[in-house]
């Protein structure tokens, strides 16, 4: 069964640009969350969709934002980038039933913001 | 604010050594999980604790979940050099939160031969 796969994996923009990153959830999972990974603030929720619903949101401002397509995957959007932006995005997908279910996280997009 | 407090940031030991990493808050969290991070990929589940007081053992490793559900430890018997990588604790919450994760900041752990 394949992964969680990101794409792409490596992205160099500069200030002011805009970037989309996509993640292709594991086949049959419904539920897609955007987390920021950076080395001084750590691992943050951006945002969870679920059957191409926002569910959950996480406190980043609204140029932050994502969508879910009726296959289940997904896509982020950031735009106006700032150089505080760079970090390494990461998706996670999940069946979604219940508080203990496993969120499989994909290898991440490593963004890059000159 | 870092609702989930995961000490020590850093920890550089021996191979054979054991450790035990913490993980605290002021909250109360439906379930507590622990990830292994590798450079390069995304954290990968350890284990999920979900009962106050629980412990699970993996292998070395054992999870405890504290008695409030507001605190766990990992702790690490005889450390391998393979063990080597970011631990990450995360926090669920119960109700509609189901699919949004509260990291603690990480522990990085060195295991030299």
């Known amino acids: 069964k394949a992964g969680v796969t990101q794409t792409p994996r490596y992205l160099i923009k500069t200030r002011g640009q805009q970037v989309t990153l996509s993640c292709s959830p594991i086949s049959g999972h419904r539920s897609v969350s955007w987390y920021q990974q950076t080395p001084g603030q750590g691992l943050q929720f951006l945002f969870e969709?679920?059957?191409?619903?926002?569910?959950n949101k996480g406190n980043f401002p609204g140029r932050f934002s994502g969508r879910q397509f009726s296959n289940s995957r997904s896509e982020m959007n950031v735009s106006t980038l700032e150089l505080g932006d760079s970090a390494l995005y990461l998706c996670a997908s999940s069946f979604r039933t219940s508080g203990s279910d496993t969120q499989y996280f994909g290898p991440g997009t490593r963004l890059t913001v000159l | 604010t870092q609702l989930l407090e995961q000490s020590p940031q850093f920890l550089s030991i021996q191979e054979g050594e054991n450790l035990t990493v913490y993980c605290n808050s002021s909250s109360v969290f439906s379930s507590l999980q622990w990830y292994r991070q590798e450079p390069g990929e995304g954290p990968v589940l350890l284990v999920t604790v979900v009962t106050g007081g629980e412990v699970k053992k993996l292998k070395r490793l054992t999870f405890q979940f504290g008695d409030a559900r507001k605190d766990s430890s990992l702790h690490i018997t005889a450390a391998q050099p393979g063990d080597t990588g970011l631990y990450l604790c995360a926090g669920v919450r119960g109700g509609t939160s189901y699919g949004k994760l509260t990291f603690g900041q990480g522990t990085i752990l060195t295991v030299h031969p």
């Open positions: 969709y679920f059957s191409e619903t926002q569910r």
